[in-house]
């Protein structure tokens, strides 16, 4: 990876879980992540494989709703889009301390986007008001790296370049992925180590 230096926070929040378009399946690092950690929930969705925006934006609100300690996101894929477009749409941004935003598909519009994430198009660009870092490989299928950069500098994320590691996911050999859990460590989710290097991105 690829970075400079980011700032811990001085607690622990609760993490909520944001799988994207299937789900994040055994041996996916979220769900090996889910069960290290106590403070820890899963966004569960009605449907996986035909995403709905409404239907997903209400559920990440449930789950909201049942947290009364700050959360910090742990989103992957279409998860990462649904934290955006759900930011864009909501007036409670203050219930999240953080977010760690990993591999988000770029859709430009719904015409050209794969039917079953037609939904979630166009990507969201509005400004994020918590801290968050976007993480985004150089050989991801679904989003190159330049757009990534843009991406980040657009909701103020700082970025990380994973080098070559596909899209994040099993299927590139991701299941236990310990780089990530750093940076979900030094980001403060679950308590600070030893410092990682992050780009910030100007806007």
Same mark, same amino acid.
């Given at each position: 990876? %690829?970075?400079? $230096?980011?700032?811990? @926070?001085?607690?622990?929040?609760?993490?909520?879980?944001?799988?994207?378009?299937?789900?994040?399946?055994?041996?996916?690092?979220? &769900?090996?992540?889910?069960? #290290?950690?106590?403070?820890?929930?899963?966004?569960?969705? $009605?449907?996986?494989? #035909?995403?709905?925006? %409404?239907?997903?934006?209400?559920?990440?609100? &449930?789950?909201?709703? &049942?947290?009364? $300690? +700050?959360?910090?996101?742990?989103?992957?894929?279409?998860?990462?889009?649904?934290?955006? %477009?759900? @930011?864009?749409?909501?007036?409670?941004?203050?219930?999240?301390?953080?977010?760690?935003? =990993?591999? +988000?598909?770029?859709?430009?519009?719904?015409?050209?986007?794969?039917?079953?994430?037609?939904?979630? @198009? +166009? $990507?969201?660009?509005?400004?994020?008001?918590? #801290?968050?870092?976007?993480?985004?490989?150089? *050989?991801?299928?679904?989003?190159?790296?330049?757009?990534?950069?843009?991406?980040?500098?657009?909701?103020?994320?700082?970025?990380? *370049?994973?080098?070559?590691?596909?899209?994040?996911?099993?299927?590139?050999? %991701?299941?236990?992925? +310990?780089?990530?859990?750093?940076?979900?460590? &030094?980001?403060?989710?679950?308590?600070?180590?030893?410092?990682?290097? =992050?780009?910030?991105?100007? @806007?």
């Amino acid at each position: 990876m %690829h970075r400079d $230096t980011i700032d811990s @926070a001085p607690a622990s929040p609760t993490m909520l879980f944001v799988p994207g378009w299937q789900g994040s399946g055994p041996g996916h690092w979220q &769900r090996l992540w889910l069960e #290290r950690y106590a403070n820890a929930y899963w966004l569960e969705q $009605t449907n996986w494989c #035909r995403p709905q925006l %409404h239907d997903w934006l209400a559920s990440f609100d &449930r789950a909201l709703e &049942r947290i009364s $300690t +700050p959360v910090f996101l742990v989103a992957h894929s279409l998860g990462s889009l649904l934290v955006a %477009h759900w @930011a864009a749409k909501t007036d409670k941004q203050n219930r999240v301390s953080g977010a760690l935003l =990993v591999a +988000p598909p770029w859709l430009g519009d719904a015409a050209s986007a794969a039917i079953e994430l037609r939904d979630f @198009a +166009p $990507t969201p660009v509005s400004r994020l008001k918590f #801290r968050s870092c976007l993480v985004a490989s150089e *050989n991801d299928p679904y989003l190159p790296l330049p757009l990534a950069r843009c991406i980040a500098s657009a909701w103020g994320s700082d970025f990380v *370049n994973a080098g070559e590691a596909g899209h994040l996911n099993v299927a590139s050999g %991701h299941g236990e992925w +310990p780089e990530g859990e750093q940076l979900l460590r &030094r980001f403060g989710a679950v308590g600070a180590e030893n410092a990682l290097e =992050v780009e910030h991105v100007s @806007a």
